[in-house]
């Protein structure tokens, strides 16, 4: 009877469908939140479980070398030139810069290039990530404000994220990714900076684990069913 028991304990394992193993994405700020809801929605449609973490890139580029638990990465598409390792990278879309001020500020009027030039030669002011520290952001913002139409301004590199320099008034206004800035509460959002002066971060998803589960799922990012929740979080998707 025992041996007909442990049978029955094997054939009923044997039997049972496998459970899903889960997947880890590795993503930003600016890209955490659309990557959690299309996440969902993944996980609702074939049953594997995602977790998303991350944070900046220092600390995104750190877990990658430590060997830390991760198969999908989401970053700036230049930053994958610097991480070899990652493979299958693909275009996912284009997040663009915002504009911000503390909360319970004056929130300027940029709705127009020649409103947003004089609102940021107007500020005592203007923050945004120190370039010197590498992030795509920084750069392209630190390559616009170098246009001699915004000689004026007065720049204010911050070492992480621009919102630094509201809560420490060393500015007025802060540049920074737009879904950062939508999800602070600490500040009042104006918009995205006008599309004329082109400041955005194109965005790639690559696999950092080689599994059919990861592919699927970076698959499923650049798919017609997740555009939309994409689009709802700042992150407008390239076309495939």
Not at 90 to 117: C, H, M, N, Q, Y
Not at 128 to 155: N, Q
Not at 214 to 237: C, K, T, V, Y
Request: with cysteine; net charge neutral; hydrophobic share 50%.
């Amino acid at each position: 009877m025992r041996i007909f028991g442990w049978c029955l304990v094997l054939l009923l394992s044997a039997g049972a469908p496998a459970a899903a193993a889960g997947l880890t994405i590795l993503s930003p700020a600016s890209s955490a939140s659309g990557a959690s809801q299309v996440a969902g929605q993944f996980t609702a449609k074939t049953g594997i479980a995602v977790t998303v973490g991350g944070g900046g890139r220092e600390k995104i580029f750190a877990i990658l070398k430590d060997g830390g638990a991760a198969d999908v990465v989401l970053l700036p598409s230049a930053d994958f030139t610097n991480l070899p390792q990652i493979t299958g990278v693909v275009p996912l879309g284009r997040i663009v810069v915002g504009v911000a001020v503390k909360a319970g500020s004056p929130v300027p009027d940029i709705s127009t290039p020649e409103k947003f030039r004089a609102a940021l030669l107007a500020a005592k002011g203007v923050a945004y990530a120190d370039p010197a520290a590498g992030t795509s952001a920084g750069k392209v913002i630190d390559r616009m404000l170098s246009a001699p139409e915004f000689a004026g301004v007065k720049r204010v590199p911050i070492q992480g994220l621009a919102v630094g320099g509201l809560t420490s008034d060393k500015a007025d206004i802060a540049l920074q990714m737009l879904p950062e800035l939508a999800a602070n509460k600490d500040v009042a959002l104006a918009g995205p900076v006008p599309a004329a002066y082109g400041a955005g971060v194109d965005f790639s998803a690559g696999l950092a684990a080689q599994s059919e589960q990861a592919r699927s799922l970076i698959a499923f990012f650049i798919g017609p069913e997740a555009a939309a929740l994409w689009r709802a979080n700042g992150l407008n998707p390239t076309a495939h």
